[in-house]
């Protein structure tokens, strides 16, 4: 049951060929047998899952009208809302926190009938590249478990990965979406900025966070995004775009599509990687794509940028864990002022700590100018040179991440780690829709991915380019040691 | 723009409200020292008359009745917090204890 699509779940619920309870118990007993050494899940809802599962069992049994993904599990990132439920973010901080309401999106997810199933590991804060800033215990890959599942969405990347849930849930800021569904070969999107809400989801980057989903097809991202992408009067930066039909048309070919590639940009990648991306061009071509230069040589600022920015918007956001109101309080302050400083001593890990410090530093006094607007500026180039390039292209086509997943501990520069997220921060700086597809493998044979980016609001036509890529690539997506 | 040393490192400390133990110290300076070095990279773009991106979405100013809306209990708030004494947060005195 866990090699069927969402869709095809959805499906076979729907024409009875499968209970609710069935599926919410196979894919609880999943998570069971393997979340423990994947370390993907920080909760388990399964309390909630069945209450959920008999409910829609009943409800179609009285023939009432189900929604849109009626009976599919879903495991959410544990930095959005579930009311009633404990939100971690990863953190210490918040090891008691319990949601007082429900973030949009899983709102949204339930009232289509989803069966929310568990709460997925990350960064802590959502802050890092490959799970290992987790407070509690790192997810792992399961293409090969001594590499890391990519991050910050990591937990949900390798949950979907090995089939202990058929779609998830992860957060984007500088590629948490993109970045660890390459490293697990699944599909994972990073909608408009604003497309999908973010009320519920805890801030980390304000300007750059977006929602979106994981799926190990391209089919279910389009099902999912049909729920999720909606209007919200709780976050005002949420696009008032009525639902659109993502599953609608899903082509098969790239005809009279112009797709940008910044050759430029990718010279100093690893050659075999490089190898590799050509080869999929050559299949965009196939498809009837026609592929363009495009000069994005402007993107080798963007992580000095994206540093720059995330870490300022995560220093004031992350001001309101302060001990007093919520989260872990110090024992040990005895003062007022304790509270504080012990707290996000004792409550904060340290790559948590160290971007509140930066984040501190380029806002303040004497230096703002320098750091803070100078960013803001050439962010504002890059914004340009893609409003640019999308006059003359549909799509623009690039890499996910520089390498495939690599083992836990390699990298312990924390610019040579900021720099897994070369190619993917840019669409977040500018606000763009971009996926990540599964496109191969590397010569350790674990997985790559390749990613499109559009112009704002134009999701169905990353989907559409993703989809049509996905059928001819034909890409296994399936993990020996899960199937 | 300029470089970071162990002064920046103990004044941010004090703005950002955040302690750190001696051995978390070093390690968090020199990557500090790595960071601000590389983002220094930016300096060489020109920017004079650009203009800040201050935002990124398309939408500005929505805006919406301004009635009142769904309101958190006071009991639901209250139940995240490490302490409380009649319906509000306590925290210990702001005045410390003399020695």
Not at chain 1, 11 to 39: C, Q, T
Not at chain 1, 402 to 407: D, G, H, L, R, V
Not at chain 2, 9 to 22: D, F, G, H, Q
Not at chain 2, 86 to 92: C, V
């Amino acid at each position: 049951m866990h090699l069927l699509s969402a869709f095809e779940l959805r499906k076979r619920f729907e024409n009875g060929e499968l209970k609710a309870r069935e599926i919410a118990e196979h894919f609880l007993a999943r998570i069971d047998k393997h979340s423990k050494n994947l370390g993907s899940f920080l909760h388990v809802l399964d309390e909630r899952a069945l209450k959920k599962a008999d409910e829609l069992d009943l409800r179609k049994s009285k023939g009432e009208k189900l929604g849109l993904l009626a009976g599919i599990p879903i495991a959410i990132k544990d930095n959005m809302h579930i009311k009633g439920e404990i939100t971690t973010c990863g953190s210490k901080f918040l090891t008691n926190y319990r949601a007082p309401f429900d973030a949009s999106v899983c709102k949204f997810l339930e009232d289509q009938d989803a069966i929310l199933i568990g709460k997925t590991n990350l960064d802590e804060f959502a802050m890092g590249s490959s799970n290992e800033n987790s407070a509690f215990f790192p997810a792992k890959n399961p293409w090969n478990t001594e590499c890391v599942p990519g991050g910050s969405s990591g937990g949900s990347a390798a949950a979907v990965s090995a089939r202990l849930a058929p779609l998830a849930t992860g957060s984007d800021t500088g590629g948490s979406i993109r970045q660890p569904a390459s490293f697990c070969g699944i599909v994972g999107y990073k909608p408009t900025y604003g497309r999908v809400s973010r009320y519920g989801l805890v801030a980390f980057g304000s300007s750059l966070d977006q929602i979106g989903p994981f799926a190990t097809c391209v089919e279910d991202i389009a099902l999912i995004m049909e729920a999720i992408a909606r209007p919200c009067a709780h976050d005002s930066t949420s696009i008032s775009h009525p639902p659109e039909s993502f599953l609608e048309n899903l082509p098969t070919d790239l005809k009279g599509k112009r797709i940008g590639v910044p050759w430029k940009f990718l010279e100093e990648m690893d050659a075999k990687a490089l190898e590799a991306f050509k080869a999929n061009i050559e299949q965009l071509k196939a498809l009837g794509a026609e592929i363009v230069d495009v000069d994005l040589s402007i993107l080798k600022y963007s992580i000095a940028i994206y540093y720059i920015l995330a870490t300022a918007e995560a220093s004031t956001n992350l001001a309101r864990f302060d001990g007093i109101r919520y989260g872990v309080r110090s024992p040990n302050a005895k003062a007022l002022e304790d509270i504080y400083d012990f707290s996000r001593d004792e409550g904060f890990g340290k790559e948590v700590k160290k971007r509140i410090l930066l984040g501190t530093h380029v806002l303040s006094s004497g230096y703002k100018d320098a750091y803070y607007k100078k960013a803001q500026k050439v962010r504002t180039l890059i914004i340009e040179r893609y409003n640019s390039i999308f006059k003359e292209c549909d799509l623009i086509s690039m890499p996910v991440s520089p390498f495939a997943a690599f083992k836990f501990g390699a990298i312990t520069d924390p610019i040579q780690m900021y720099l897994q997220d070369i190619f993917t921060v840019s669409a977040n700086l500018a606000g763009l829709p971009a996926i990540s597809v599964p496109a191969g493998f590397d010569h350790n044979k674990m997985p790559v991915g390749l990613q499109f980016l559009a112009p704002q609001m134009k999701d169905k036509t990353v989907i559409d380019a993703a989809h049509a890529f996905e059928k001819s690539a034909k890409i296994p997506t399936m993990p020996e040691a899960f199937a | 723009m300029s470089e970071f040393n162990q002064e920046n490192l103990n004044s941010l400390k004090k703005l950002a409200r955040i302690k750190i133990p001696a051995d978390e110290e070093s390690e968090i300076l020199s990557h500090m020292e790595k960071i601000v070095g590389y983002v220094n990279l930016l300096s060489e773009v020109d920017t004079d008359n650009v203009q800040i991106a201050t935002h990124v979405s398309q939408n500005l100013n929505v805006l919406r009745e301004d009635n009142i809306g769904e309101l958190l209990p006071k009991e639901t708030f209250l139940a995240n917090a490490p302490d409380q004494i009649g319906g509000m947060i306590r925290t210990p005195p702001v005045l410390k204890e003399p020695e």
